[in-house]
């Protein structure tokens, strides 16, 4: 399985030296099935950049799917360049976030007063997958979700293809549980054996204290579900718009020293833009 990060950047994009490696474009990931297919998890900004290097031709067929629809996850569907071509097939997986499906809600941002063009104007061929299962495939991906504990709610996803599992839990603040959230047990179970998990750790543990409920989850309470669900490699992802390079550095490398003084050989790593990972 082939993941690529475009984005990893929380809350709003960013720009400047002091963001230069880990970059500032918000939630997108490409991943590569075995089988050929593309499929992408959320609309962030980082969306337009995939959008410029996916090839365009008559077999075209790209499949999405989202977290949940704050603003950071869907501001770059708009400037998503294969929406207009006629050659693209693009299935988006309609699931719900607070009372209006995804289709809605994109309906709604891309009309004026807050987009010169609708979707009915683009000339992609967009297929609305209905009902979505709890499990499901998209070619060689096995897919799974489970909800999260987020303002709203939404979901976490754990894609298995020939025994290798990556998991993508962004949003999902482990010890306040939001209407809908699971337990960090469950959470546990759902991350259980995975090769790379990238999960929210937007906060420190200084930092967390005064941001309770918000939504996120502090490092060291995801450090401890990671090790303890035997993951092989965790990626720190929904990167705080205030925390520069510098910054992210010093937070990497707090948790890879509390991995080594608990003897775990889980590796931590931060989620950069266009960091390409194999498993
Ligand atoms: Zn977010
Ligand atoms: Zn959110």
Redesign the pocket.
């Given at each position: 399985m082939y993941i690529k990060c475009w984005g990893s950047r929380g809350s709003i994009a960013v720009a400047g030296q002091e963001y230069n490696r880990y970059g500032g474009e918000t939630t997108c990931i490409q991943i590569q099935a075995q089988s050929g297919e593309t499929v992408i998890i959320d609309a962030g900004t980082g969306l337009r950049k995939l959008g410029l290097d996916l090839p365009v031709n008559s077999n075209t067929h790209y499949y999405m799917l989202f977290t949940?629809t704050?603003w950071?996850?869907i501001s770059g569907f708009p400037f998503f360049k294969p929406l207009q071509d006629s050659s693209v097939t693009l299935t988006i997986y309609n699931s719900s976030f607070y009372t209006l499906s995804v289709k809605e809600i994109i309906s709604n941002i891309m009309a004026p007063p807050f987009f010169p063009i609708t979707m009915k104007e683009m000339q992609a061929n967009v297929i609305y997958e209905e009902n979505i299962k709890t499990s499901f495939s998209i070619g060689s991906l096995d897919i799974t979700t489970i909800p999260l504990s987020?303002?709203g709610g939404?979901f976490g996803y754990r894609f298995s293809e020939n025994g290798k599992v990556f998991v993508f839990l962004t949003?999902n603040e482990l010890t306040f549980n939001h209407p809908g959230g699971r337990t960090i047990e469950e959470y546990t179970e759902f991350c259980k054996n995975a090769d790379l998990v990238f999960h929210d750790m937007e906060f420190t543990p200084e930092e967390y204290p005064a941001k309770i409920n918000w939504?996120h989850s502090c490092c060291t309470d995801v450090l401890e579900l990671a090790m303890n669900a035997n993951v092989k490699k965790l990626g720190l992802f929904h990167i705080n718009q205030e925390r520069t390079d510098d910054a992210m550095d010093k937070m990497v490398d707090m948790c890879q020293d509390i991995v080594i003084k608990k003897s775990s050989t889980m590796t931590c790593i931060g989620v950069a833009c266009d960091m390409e990972i194999n498993i």
């Amino acid at each position: 399985m082939y993941i690529k990060c475009w984005g990893s950047r929380g809350s709003i994009a960013v720009a400047g030296q002091e963001y230069n490696r880990y970059g500032g474009e918000t939630t997108c990931i490409q991943i590569q099935a075995q089988s050929g297919e593309t499929v992408i998890i959320d609309a962030g900004t980082g969306l337009r950049k995939l959008g410029l290097d996916l090839p365009v031709n008559s077999n075209t067929h790209y499949y999405m799917l989202f977290t949940h629809t704050h603003w950071d996850h869907i501001s770059g569907f708009p400037f998503f360049k294969p929406l207009q071509d006629s050659s693209v097939t693009l299935t988006i997986y309609n699931s719900s976030f607070y009372t209006l499906s995804v289709k809605e809600i994109i309906s709604n941002i891309m009309a004026p007063p807050f987009f010169p063009i609708t979707m009915k104007e683009m000339q992609a061929n967009v297929i609305y997958e209905e009902n979505i299962k709890t499990s499901f495939s998209i070619g060689s991906l096995d897919i799974t979700t489970i909800p999260l504990s987020h303002p709203g709610g939404g979901f976490g996803y754990r894609f298995s293809e020939n025994g290798k599992v990556f998991v993508f839990l962004t949003d999902n603040e482990l010890t306040f549980n939001h209407p809908g959230g699971r337990t960090i047990e469950e959470y546990t179970e759902f991350c259980k054996n995975a090769d790379l998990v990238f999960h929210d750790m937007e906060f420190t543990p200084e930092e967390y204290p005064a941001k309770i409920n918000w939504g996120h989850s502090c490092c060291t309470d995801v450090l401890e579900l990671a090790m303890n669900a035997n993951v092989k490699k965790l990626g720190l992802f929904h990167i705080n718009q205030e925390r520069t390079d510098d910054a992210m550095d010093k937070m990497v490398d707090m948790c890879q020293d509390i991995v080594i003084k608990k003897s775990s050989t889980m590796t931590c790593i931060g989620v950069a833009c266009d960091m390409e990972i194999n498993i």
